[in-house]
């Protein structure tokens, strides 16, 4: 930290001798790698971005923190050589996907290298028998999706951003999303079969590290391990059917959510909109706007639900308005207008506002009528049905009017008290924005494969708090 200088932001930088040397040897030893230094900014500026700007507390937090220097990987030597030379020279590297996190998870803190695997996208083998599939970590999820439909095999769980994100991105920075209704979130066991390494360290090592081995690296923001290729189990293609529902109130749309987590109809997404948040959504081509006090559930339901499901639905109160296969509708597919693309389209409209994330006690009621007596007009619901520990729930992203951090301190403190878990989307490490503890194995993790502490600074409270 010593020899760090600090910018005109006050955040510490290499000084720019440092960074040139190392960009010197990258350059001798692969010139045909893409690296991009101080001539040119903006290209660094936008490289260092994610969409951490829902947040207006990360915003001031991350001000002025940007890359020295961006390198863009297509191939494993090419990331062993850029984490050798990060090691050998002593500058901080942070791993990046598509930079569509929130939480500022791949932005530099300390400046350094940001490394870009986009390239690095091959679907390398496809399990005939059993469907697992290793796959490099610069892939776009919705890529792979589309290599995998004529082989009748899908990914189990995606997030809204599939078509803009990349696989590794997702296991390292993600959690959840379409999908976690049937398979939980990112970490369960299960979800995440193994992963190839890179090391950073003078002679970096390539390890393969089997499902336990994983476990430390999986949502670890890049901090203990570059992530080259993954080994995941997919599902069978289900020719998912996307359904917008409409209710007449809000207790009537919850109630109808709740009771569908108890059936047999086979989904894969259940999202549940407030009307104001509705009323605001770009809704796909043919599907009709809402009207004004229409609460919306939106439902990817399997071809075989269709049957029984309007019928089932309509003696709860809702009314299907709109129905088309997923992958032939027009505008945006639902999954779209779900997670935190919801939060998206209603921040393009009303950019004073931002959003929290929680899981729900059970039964939701109480404390949503809680919240909602509390806050009103400030807070707007947002709910995601997931599988948590083998049992179907109710998540909820609601979108909050700004009202600065005293105000998300209270309502944080208020959603505790009626009984939700928080997970803060305003936070940047990956514990504070967990539960809040420890885990030893992500810190063991990082002493084996990152000794001096270069991969993604700052973002592992264990390292920054261990003894060592
Ligand atoms: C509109 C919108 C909707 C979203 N919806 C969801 C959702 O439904 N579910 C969800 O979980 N998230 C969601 N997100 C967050 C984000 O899109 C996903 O988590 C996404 O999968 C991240 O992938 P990425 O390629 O953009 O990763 P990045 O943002 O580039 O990186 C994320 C983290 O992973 C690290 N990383 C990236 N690649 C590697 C690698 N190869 N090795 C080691 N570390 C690596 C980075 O350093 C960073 O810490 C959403 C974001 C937006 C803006």
């Not at 929130?102 to 870009?116: I, K, S, T």
């Not at 078509?163 to 990112?186: E, P, Q, V």
């Not at 009528?369 to 520990?389: F, P, Y």
């Amino acid at each position: 930290m010593a020899e760090l200088q600090p910018d005109y932001s006050g955040f510490f930088r290499y000084p720019e001798a440092r960074i040139a040397a190392l960009a010197a040897e990258l350059g001798r030893l692969d010139p045909s790698m893409p690296l991009l230094g101080a001539e040119a900014p903006a290209e660094l500026e936008r490289l260092s971005r994610d969409y951490s700007d829902y947040s207006p507390v990360l915003v001031e937090r991350l001000r002025g923190c940007r890359a020295q220097l961006v390198a863009s990987a297509s191939s494993l030597e090419q990331v062993r050589l850029v984490a050798g030379a990060c090691a050998r020279h002593g500058i901080a590297l942070t791993v990046r996907g598509a930079g569509t996190g929130n939480y500022g998870q791949c932005v530099p803190l300390q400046g350094g290298l940001v490394l870009d695997l986009c390239g690095l996208d091959r679907l390398r083998h496809v399990d005939a028998a059993t469907g697992v599939i290793e796959v490099e970590a610069g892939s776009l999820m919705g890529g792979l999706n589309q290599q995998l439909e004529p082989l009748g095999r899908a990914l189990r769980l995606v997030p809204s951003t599939a078509r803009s994100a990349t696989i590794g991105g997702f296991i390292a920075g993600g959690s959840g999303g379409i999908g976690s209704l049937r398979w939980g979130f990112l970490r369960d066991p299960g979800n995440l079969l193994g992963l190839e390494v890179v090391t950073v360290e003078p002679e970096p090592r390539l390890l393969r590290l089997d499902a336990a081995a994983s476990t430390p690296l999986n949502h670890a923001y890049g901090t203990n391990g570059i992530l080259t290729a993954l080994r995941l189990p997919t599902t069978e293609l289900v020719a998912w059917q996307q359904l917008v529902v409409g209710f007449d109130s809000w207790d009537r749309a919850l109630a109808a959510a709740q009771a569908l987590l108890g059936t047999a109809f086979q989904l894969q997404a259940l999202t549940l909109l407030a009307a104001p948040i509705a009323q605001q959504l770009p809704w796909p081509g043919g599907c009709p706007a809402p009207l004004a006090a229409e609460q919306r559930l939106l439902l990817l339901a399997a071809p075989d639900a269709l049957e029984v499901l309007p019928a089932w639905l309509a003696a709860l109160g809702g009314q299907i308005h709109w129905q088309a296969p997923q992958g032939g509708s027009r505008g945006l597919p639902l999954r779209e207008l779900s997670w935190n693309h919801t939060t998206l389209h209603w921040r393009a409209r009303n950019p004073d506002w931002t959003y929290l994330q929680m899981l729900l006690p059970q039964p939701e009621a109480p404390c949503l009528d809680l919240l909602r007596e509390r806050w009103g007009d400030d807070l707007l619901w947002h709910l995601e049905a997931v599988r948590q520990q083998g049992g179907a729930r109710l998540a909820a992203l609601p979108l909050l009017r700004w009202r600065g951090e005293e105000a998300l301190e209270r309502l944080m403190a208020d959603c505790r008290q009626a009984g939700a878990v928080i997970f803060n989307p305003h936070v940047i490490s990956v514990e504070d924005g967990g539960l809040g503890v420890v885990d030893a194995d992500q810190v063991a993790a990082k002493a084996a494969h990152d000794p001096a502490g270069l991969l993604n600074p700052g973002k592992l409270g264990g390292w920054l708090s261990s003894p060592g």
